[in-house]
């Protein structure tokens, strides 16, 4: 496990607007893959900080930009009050959340001490939509997405994914029907895209965040493992 450092540093986005990212890193000169920490729909939220200095421990440049910067920045939505952060969401828009995407991965390519070649993405919830999307903006090695919930409604981009994709779905989401996420993974079929896929049967949505009553500790358990392998494998 490596010491880390963190910070909040500032993206320029191409539509002229400026989105902070949290940054979490090892410490010392030695060149490092990069990860894109994509956030929940609660903001970049201390679960989704906690998860960046998490994969920072691990050996990576964990980069979580901040999505709702044009209209909350930094918010902080809570588990309590889900339909507040749900009515947030109502404010993005494709072509700002795309900006948003790229400027991120560009920003954290350029970031001294970062293995551009070697960049992946990770999200959660929305997030897990978002790493999606990036795969298919940019060139990313890999991409993770935990219980991303629209996937299905953006089929079209499976074609253009860049990366390998890990999805880790839950049997009991409520959120996201099976028959939504095997239309997912039937669309990376059909592309002939390299997919891994996963369901935890007994587990809801949101079953990776310790913050949550959703969270479900052997689901969790065992995904942690899976994601280091699956980055290892590709971004090492």
């Given amino acids: 496990m490596h010491s880390i450092t963190t910070e909040w540093v500032t993206v320029e986005v191409s539509d002229g607007t400026k989105m902070e990212a949290y940054v979490a890193r090892?410490?010392?000169?030695?060149?490092?893959?990069?990860l894109l920490?994509?956030?929940?729909?609660?903001?970049?939220?201390?679960?989704?900080?906690?998860?960046?200095?998490?994969?920072?421990?691990?050996?990576?440049?964990a980069f979580a930009p901040d999505i709702f910067h044009r209209f909350a920045p930094r918010y902080e939505g809570t588990y309590d009050d889900i339909p507040a952060s749900i009515a947030l969401t109502s404010n993005l828009t494709p072509d700002g959340v795309g900006a948003d995407l790229i400027a991120a991965h560009k920003h954290l390519a350029g970031m001294a001490?970062?293995?551009?070649?070697?960049?992946?993405?990770?999200?959660?919830c929305m997030g897990g939509r978002l790493s999606y999307v990036t795969n298919a903006l940019v060139p990313l090695a890999a991409a993770v997405s935990y219980y991303g919930g629209g996937i299905q409604t953006q089929l079209d981009l499976a074609a253009k994914l860049a990366g390998p994709m890990l999805f880790f779905w839950a049997?009991?989401?409520?959120?996201?029907p099976t028959e939504a996420h095997q239309s997912v993974t039937a669309a990376l079929r059909a592309a002939d895209k390299p997919f891994t896929s996963i369901e935890f049967s007994w587990a809801d949505h949101g079953f990776f965040c310790d913050a949550r009553s959703n969270y479900n500790a052997q689901a969790a358990a065992q995904a942690w493992p899976l994601t280091l392998a699956f980055l290892k494998e590709h971004l090492r």
């Fill in 26 to 34: 090892p410490e010392g000169a030695e060149a490092r893959p990069g």
């Fill in 37 to 61: 920490v994509l956030q929940e729909i609660f903001g970049v939220n201390a679960h989704i900080r906690d998860i960046a200095e998490r994969y920072a421990r691990e050996g990576y440049v």
């Fill in 113 to 124: 001490g970062v293995k551009k070649e070697s960049i992946g993405a990770i999200g959660y």
């Fill in 171 to 176: 049997g009991k989401d409520g959120y996201i």
